[in-house]
């Protein structure tokens, strides 16, 4: 079909021109029907026809103070009327109705102006009264144990204002700036246990404050009462005289700190030793007034939120706060296969040696010249946690001989890392050869030797307490007993608490001998950590006597 029949039965009429050629025509022709279409298109979105009969719109601004008056075509949006009275919409502004809606006439357009405000105020946090019942006190007697102090917190509100008009108020964040202090009352109740001897003086931790018999369960007094010991150090000094113990601290970048304290006074006032982060050891030099050893961390933020240093360092202070580096024993080091966890020190009586424990090996540094040497090497105990273990260690009263756990191997299997035999060994330093003297005994055995006495034998000599797994095999999380041995590990026998009763629950620092036989006392006693409470054991017959019945002992030394 030709171009002309196409156009004409579209019912399209046009006139030619005779000059015009056919190709001219058909150019013409096309070019005519896309003007009409565009034409359409355009006439779709086109703006308002301002011949069109005009409407008269009403504009409120300024809350209401103000009324405009506009008149615009037929079709006009809320958007045409803020353009004509030249308004915008700023911030969180709104318009009433929504921009895109087109108005009818006599229409009412309101603009709401919207500020947001925020305030914010401090608020008290109360702080609560918490009355302790304490067998250290007589019965009705009451003690303030800690000052309760009020914490605070700053709390954000919003303010959302319309026109000028206050539409809510709403808290939208709470930050506690200072933390609470609760009081704590001490109140005394009449003490369920008889009054038992206490030969020297010892000291326990009760509810983060330190505590002292003397002499006697009944005559108890507060030694430190500042409520914050944290229990990883706590060592009384030889002589009984002092205390050196660690205290929380609030800081994210100070686990704890280390202090001392004369107990002998009434209301000694503790000293600022000034090391920050101890974890594992920290102790008194033998041979030494008023000078402590110490092992540190650095703070981390990944578990168990320590890496250790693995040092030991000396420092020297006096009663009125002063306080000194006196000498660096090991430097800070790697510390071996999971050093990151620690390492533990133990020093000879005559304090011219210190043991040291890691999750790999046992070994000795000497104080003076801080070289160290190896006394056996042992495959660590893959935890499969966030923790190491670490073997416990001891030295004999004469300081001649190391007293440990090894881990061993495990018969037939090929990974030792798993295996879950741990024995108990001696070590002479003389000959520096590996003696087990208890197989299969578990990992927290913590080897105790006694001081020298004279046995009921008639002899002169020692014994080793230690701790024995209830399931050896499952010693990580198995209960333990008590047991006792001669030093050449024979005449082994568990004397508390009886099988009858539940096992006790493993920690360093789980008993301490008594420092003599005065006062009818075995020459062979043992303060003993037992389910909170102290319980006094004679190594030689197994009789136990509870100390404290309230539950709330965590440390204790003799």
Not at 455 to 464: K, L, R
Not at 465 to 485: D, F, G, N
Request: hydrophobic share 40%; net charge negative; glycine share 8%.
């Amino acid at each position: 079909m030709s171009l002309e029949s196409e156009l004409l039965s579209s019912g399209t009429t046009f006139t030619v021109k005779h000059n015009f050629s056919e190709k001219k025509l058909y150019h013409l022709s096309l070019l005519g029907l896309l003007l009409i279409a565009a034409a359409a298109a355009f006439s779709g979105c086109s703006p308002p026809d301002v011949s069109a009969p005009r409407k008269s719109i009403q504009v409120i601004v300024d809350a209401g103070t103000r009324t405009l008056e506009v008149n615009l075509p037929a079709g006009s949006t809320v958007q045409d009327v803020l353009n004509a009275v030249d308004q915008s919409l700023e911030g969180k502004d709104r318009v009433e109705p929504s921009a895109s809606t087109v108005l009818e006439d006599d229409a009412t357009v309101q603009i709401i102006r919207v500020r947001e405000e925020y305030e914010t105020v401090e608020e008290v946090i109360p702080f609560q009264v918490i009355r302790q019942p304490t067998e250290n006190l007589p019965e009705g007697e009451e003690q303030l144990l800690q000052a309760g102090q009020n914490g605070l917190e700053e709390v954000t509100y919003l303010r959302l204002v319309e026109n000028g008009q206050e539409v809510s108020y709403k808290e939208v964040n709470r930050v506690t700036v200072e933390e609470p202090v609760n009081e704590i009352v001490l109140v005394g109740q009449q003490a369920s246990l008889a009054p038992i001897t206490i030969p020297g003086r010892l000291v326990y931790l009760s509810d983060g404050n330190a505590w002292v018999m003397d002499g006697s369960s009944s005559n108890r007094k507060l030694a430190v009462a500042t409520g914050d010991l944290d229990g990883r150090i706590f060592r009384l000094s030889p002589d009984g005289s002092w205390l050196l113990f660690t205290r929380k601290e609030d800081s994210e970048d100070v686990i704890n700190s280390l202090w001392a304290a004369n107990i002998t006074e009434g209301s000694p006032e503790p000293i600022d030793l000034e090391v920050a982060n101890v974890i594992h050891f920290a102790d008194w030099l033998p041979g030494a007034e008023q000078e402590v050893v110490y092992s540190t961390v650095e703070t981390r933020v990944s578990a168990p939120g320590w890496q250790a240093n693995n040092d030991l360092v000396v420092r020297r202070f006096s009663q009125t706060g002063w306080t000194e580096l006196s000498a660096t024993v090991v430097e800070t080091n790697f510390g071996g296969v999971y050093g990151w966890w620690g390492t533990d020190y133990e020093f000879t009586p005559q304090g011219d040696q210190a043991a040291f424990s890691s999750p790999d090996r046992v070994g000795l540094v000497e104080v003076e010249s801080g070289q160290k040497r190896n006394l056996f090497k042992m495959e660590p105990y893959n935890t499969r946690g966030d923790w190491a273990w670490m073997p416990g260690i001891a030295f004999s009263p004469g300081g001649d001989v190391l007293y440990t756990v090894r881990h061993a191997a495990e018969p037939g299997s090929a990974s030792a890392e798993e295996s879950p035999y741990f024995d108990l060994v001696a070590v002479p330093l003389t000959s520096g050869l590996t003696i087990t003297l208890r197989e299969n005994v578990g990992m927290f055995a913590y080897p105790l030797p006694s001081p020298i006495r004279d046995t009921a034998a008639g002899e002169t000599g020692f014994i080793v307490a230690y701790l024995q797994a209830a399931l050896p095999e499952l010693s990580a999380t198995s209960s333990y007993r008590i047991a006792v041995m001669d030093r050449d590990g024979s005449n082994q026998r568990v004397i508390f608490p009886s099988l009858d009763q539940t096992g006790l629950s493993p920690q360093r620092g789980w008993g301490a001998w008594a420092p003599g036989g005065e006062n009818g006392q075995s020459g062979l006693t043992m303060a003993v950590l037992y389910q909170g409470n102290i319980w006094l054991v004679d190594a030689e017959s197994g009789e136990a006597v509870q100390a404290t019945g309230d539950g709330r002992v965590q440390r204790l030394d003799w």
